[in-house]
């Protein structure tokens, strides 16, 4: 009788497990960062301008990032090849919605949806926000990271645990961050 109970106990909690992993791994498939468009290549060149060491670093760093990631290549352009994205850092930085921890401007040839054909892109650091909040190198990292993603092609994300998330320091490349750069550049 003990037999058949262990039995039936382990074939509940088994069928549980399966049906919650099958359940969860839905979800993730489903959820994804949101993206505007993308590059005519996988291999995208930047260059870091105008800032200091411990900032080039900082881009660096946020570069090294997205390359684990395996959907693109970030490559530094050679001395007098003209790069694709422009990494930089500001005294100050605002527009109209107010003052930024970091922002990403950039050129596309509009096409249908979300295939948008991204030709150039300029991110910035607003070091005196970041300094005046006491942000940690990790969490500059970050708003780099968050700002190299709208650079490649990634919108806002609505989840907290996406570096796409429009107002966190503290996130970093989620799966769901990769899911959407995949769904980019696929073709």
């Known amino acids: 009788m ?15 497990v399966l049906t919650l992993t099958s359940f969860t791994s839905t979800i993730l498939a489903a959820s994804k960062t949101p993206s505007w468009g993308h590059w005519d290549d996988t291999t995208i ?8 060491s411990y900032y080039k670093s ?11 990631v395996g959907v693109v290549q ?19 930085l605002s527009t109209k919605s107010g003052k930024l921890a970091g922002y990403t401007n950039y050129s ?10 991204i030709v150039s ?9 970041l300094s005046k909040y006491k942000y940690s190198k990790n969490q500059r990292t970050n708003v780099a990271t968050h700002e190299i993603g709208h650079a490649i092609g990634l919108s ?4 907290e645990d996406s570096v796409m998330y429009a107002s966190d320091r503290y996130a970093s490349i ?5 899911v959407g750069l995949q769904s980019a550049y696929e073709d």
Do not use: C
Not at 58 to 68: D, E, Q, Y
Not at 74 to 91: F, M, N, P, Q
Not at 174 to 178: F, R, S, Y
């Open 2 to 16: 003990l037999k058949k109970i262990v039995k039936w106990t382990v074939l509940v909690i088994a069928t549980i």
């Open 45 to 52: 060149t930047y260059k870091t301008v105008n800032t200091s």
């Open 58 to 68: 900082v881009w660096k760093n946020a570069v090294k990032r997205w390359n684990k």
């Open 74 to 92: 970030l490559r530094a352009a050679k001395s007098g090849e003209k790069a694709d994205i422009t990494l930089t850092s500001s005294k100050s």
């Open 108 to 117: 596309y040839l509009k096409k249908s949806g979300n295939d948008n054909e």
């Open 121 to 129: 892109a300029k991110s910035t650091l607003n070091r005196s926000l």
């Open 156 to 159: 806002h994300s609505k989840s």
């Open 174 to 178: 989620d799966h769901q961050d990769k």
